[in-house]
């Protein structure tokens, strides 16, 4: 009788122990399974930025936060400027795990001609438009976008003349892809101030036989002309070793300050002519960027700035004060600026234009006016000629 109810009290032990065992391992399973689920969802959304829509650091700066704005915009155009995430992670340099590929803000405001720029096979020919990116450029449109594409050349590219040879000589007619210009050819730029009637930029720079030859070397009838060894005798000799010219035409500036072993880079435009290829087939460095652009030098650095004809009365009051403290910004203390042949209507002068340099914080070394007559004396307009100098001491 004990025996039956002493094997009756140990199964009915076994039986509970069963069941509390059971429901052990059964709520254990579902707590894993429901934390492994989680954990799951959540490593998703870490290594999914896409997903999870994690608002990337520079999103102020991006071009749109509109989705239906930038479907408007050319693919490549945003491949190119959306955030590209660096490869090795964060770098001290940028303070970011990212790089902001730079263009133009107003690029985005000339959506047709931008889908025309950025219209193109990946990997394969650029189309022949240097016209179309020059009016993109001339709109503000600047740097205007990187591309992957090869650029537009002639098929048979002859070799430059060597230096000093190419400084007075005039390239081959292969260094320029010609479609974009009246002229199909140097011959024709040379005589075109014979042959066209009609307005073009520097319409007589590309014969370097005829006033280029004789442009800065020696003293003219008239004070407004300065010649390049009158102005590099303000300063010690050697001193003035590295510059730029602003608008420099076909740079014979810079070929005249490198007979002297000075290294001048040239800004200029290719406005009906070929005025980069024709600057860089005579051995010296042309810059493609226009009077808006911030000058692509740190601070205090050049020894000298030059601009002729340029930097006038056409540019805007505002942005002709930025340049002149970008121009300011640039040189070293004690380097020079050689305003050649700035122009303006008589009144101007005083009312504005010589109040606006001075407010800069240049010292005057020359100073000289005289009037601008090649268009008739009725008009009333006026040349200056200034030798500016940054201060040696305290220009900050």
């Not at 990187?146 to 292969?174: G, H, K, L």
């Not at 073009?200 to 030859?213: A, M, Q, S, V």
């Not at 007979?259 to 493609?288: K, Q």
């Not at 307009?381 to 500016?388: F, P, T």
Request: hydrophobic residues 40%; charged residues 20%; proline residues 6%.
């Amino acid at each position: 009788m004990d025996s039956t109810k002493k094997n009756k009290f140990l199964s009915s032990n076994l039986f509970f122990a069963f069941l509390l065992v059971s429901s052990n391992l059964l709520t254990l399973f579902i707590s894993t399974s429901f934390n492994t689920s989680c954990s799951l969802n959540q490593q998703i959304d870490i290594a999914s930025p896409v997903v999870a829509k994690v608002a990337p650091k520079y999103e102020a700066v991006q071009v749109s936060d509109n989705t239906q704005s930038d479907q408007n915009l050319p693919s490549e155009f945003l491949s190119l400027t959306s955030p590209q995430k660096l490869p090795l992670g964060f770098s001290k340099n940028f303070d970011s795990n990212e790089i902001m590929p730079p263009v133009g803000s107003p690029c985005t405001l000339f959506r047709d001609l931008l889908n025309r720029y950025m219209s193109y096979n990946v990997n394969g020919s650029c189309p022949d438009d240097d016209f179309l990116a020059q009016k993109l450029l001339l709109k503000g449109c600047e740097p205007l976008p990187r591309r992957r594409c090869r650029a537009a050349a002639q098929q048979e590219y002859v070799e430059p003349y060597p230096i000093p040879e190419s400084f007075w000589n005039t390239p081959s007619d292969s260094s320029v892809v010609w479609s974009g210009y009246t002229c199909k050819n140097y011959d024709c730029l040379v005589n075109r101030v014979r042959n066209q009637r009609g307005f073009d930029d520097c319409k007589d720079c590309f014969d370097l036989n005829g006033k280029e030859k004789s442009r800065w070397t020696a003293k003219t009838g008239t004070r407004l002309d300065f010649s390049i060894d009158e102005v590099l005798a303000v300063k010690k000799p050697g001193t003035i070793r590295i510059g730029l010219d602003i608008g420099g035409g076909v740079a014979t500036f810079a070929i005249r300050m490198r007979e002297r072993n000075i290294t001048i880079v040239t800004t200029s435009m290719n406005l009906n002519g070929p005025f980069n290829n024709f600057i860089a087939s005579r051995g010296v460095i042309p810059l493609y960027i226009s009077i808006s652009q911030r000058l692509p030098f740190f601070d205090n650095t050049l020894d000298i700035v030059h601009s002729m004809h340029v930097m006038s009365n056409w540019i805007p009051t505002t942005l002709l004060h930025f340049l002149l403290f970008d121009i300011y910004r640039v040189l070293r203390p004690g380097g020079l600026f050689w305003l050649d042949h700035f122009f303006c209507a008589g009144d101007q002068l005083e009312q504005v234009y010589a109040p606006l340099i001075d407010s800069v914080g240049f010292n005057k070394v020359k100073w000289i006016v005289g009037r601008k007559l090649d268009r008739g004396p009725e008009l009333n307009e006026m040349y200056l000629s200034a030798l500016l100098e940054k201060p040696l001491k305290n220009s900050w």
